[in-house]
């Protein structure tokens, strides 16, 4: 096959690409830079103009205004994941939400999911015809396999990760090319609450331990505590800005792993341009399918796995929350459980569930008799390891309710501490 003349054959605009998309359809897009803005944008003038309706969107992390979320009664969004828009849309009525763990997502999609087309971005085809997925393994590798039709947006400002999932050109329905801008993620704001807790988590890591870090401040600020460390690994969801900081100051070498070995393993990554530079054609990171990655038992092969991901509240059972604030939606499961269930069957290994100690200015305690009334339990109290605030760390693996009550009461907001204590024993769970 001549791939360049292949190439010409399937490539369009982007409003070619979009003229393509049948009303009624289901499409799917995957995470963060993989949201193809072009293409979404020529459908969003589709809609304007009426020639499309009833289009059904999957995907997850949306991180920019697009057409998925601009056309109620239009498109239908779900959302597999949230962030900030799809949350909106959710409370307004106008987006779906998908119940999963982020492992369980590409199977989902081969099993339950009828998929008409699949739109990402990717970096250009190389000499052999192939496109590469760039920052995202995900659930992409299974989309390519199960979607009717897929359709390409061909960004140069895609990095190539060396172990991305890649389509060939004449697995392509069409292409347009585009050299938008890949999203960055805000560096995360630290404050001493964050750093506190922080610090705290890092005492419990060793030297040679392999790391998951998810998304936010304290995530963010347990990274930098860790640069006086030796030999640490990385095994993540998400590869960010503060695990290449980690690389790059020595701290991780990835030598002590089982699997993988001298290799950084992550499912997606998305920040800074300085971090998309680092994975482009880097040998040393692989970018895999999330049921690989987030698999609890690949997890558990790493010995003394440390998991660190955030919270929204947790109760005296030791249940957590992390995707709603009572019915409002927040996020989603995500690959908490994944990391939690992984990180505890690892000998050695910890998880950790960090979060200040109030909400609201201060006016409401995170750490709560039961969870508000319509909490999503993401981490069952079955799993819970470790939960952190600035007050400390509360061990509750292996405790009882009132050991886990009184742990739990220890590390609240001392001016809640009081009221915790009284409505404990109110419960009659303090023996």
Not at 166 to 192: F, G, M, N, R, Y
């Amino acid at each position: 096959m001549d791939y360049k003349s292949e190439y010409r054959k399937k490539l369009t605009g982007a409003d070619g690409v979009a003229a393509m998309i049948e009303s009624g359809w289901t499409c799917v897009t995957d995470a963060a830079a993989a949201i193809p803005p072009a293409i979404l944008e020529a459908l969003g003038r589709r809609a304007e103009a009426g020639d499309v309706k009833d289009l059904t969107f999957h995907g997850l992390l949306d991180l920019m205004p697009n057409a998925m979320f601009s056309y109620p009664g239009i498109f239908t969004p779900v959302s597999w994941f949230s962030g900030k828009i799809a949350k909106a849309a959710a409370n307004r009525g106008e987006a779906d939400i998908m119940p999963c763990y982020y492992r369980d997502m590409p199977g989902l999609y081969r099993d339950y999911i009828h998929v008409d087309a699949f739109l990402i971005v990717v970096s250009p085809m190389d000499a052999d015809g192939f496109f590469s997925a760039g920052v995202t393994g995900s659930y992409t590798a299974a989309l390519f396999e199960k979607a009717e039709h897929i359709f390409l947006e061909v960004n140069p400002k895609m990095p190539r990760a060396v172990t991305a999932p890649k389509i060939h050109i004449s697995q392509v329905t069409a292409l347009c090319e585009s050299d938008a801008p890949l999203p960055i993620l805000p560096p995360a704001q630290l404050d001493d609450v964050s750093r506190t807790i922080g610090g705290y988590i890092a005492e419990e890591v060793p030297s040679g331990a392999t790391l998951q870090l998810g998304i936010g401040a304290v995530p963010e600020a347990v990274g930098l505590a860790l640069k006086g460390k030796h030999d640490l690994g990385i095994h993540t969801e998400l590869l960010p800005d503060s695990m290449i900081e980690l690389i790059e100051c020595g701290a991780v070498t990835n030598m002590k792993k089982p699997i993988h070995t001298g290799k950084t393993v992550a499912t997606f990554t998305f920040g800074s341009e300085r971090l998309y530079k680092f994975v482009d054609n880097n040998p040393d990171v692989e970018i895999l399918p999330v049921d690989y990655v987030n698999d609890p038992a690949v997890i558990a092969k790493h010995p003394n796995f440390i998991s660190v991901n955030g919270g929204l509240e947790v109760d005296f059972f030791g249940q957590v929350c992390a995707e709603s604030i009572g019915t409002v939606h927040v996020s989603g499961t995500g690959g908490q459980t994944d990391y939690v269930r992984g990180a505890i069957q690892s000998p050695g290994g910890k998880s950790f569930i960090a979060f200040p100690s109030t909400a609201a200015g201060g006016t409401v305690s995170r750490i709560r008799p039961t969870l508000n009334p319509g909490a999503r339990v993401s981490t069952s109290k079955n799993d819970v390891d470790y939960i952190a605030t600035e007050y400390g760390l509360a061990k509750l693996r292996g405790k009882t309710v009132s050991q886990r009550t009184k742990a739990l009461i220890a590390i609240a907001h001392p001016k809640f501490r009081e009221e915790l204590t009284a409505q404990a024993r109110a419960m009659h769970i303090l023996i």
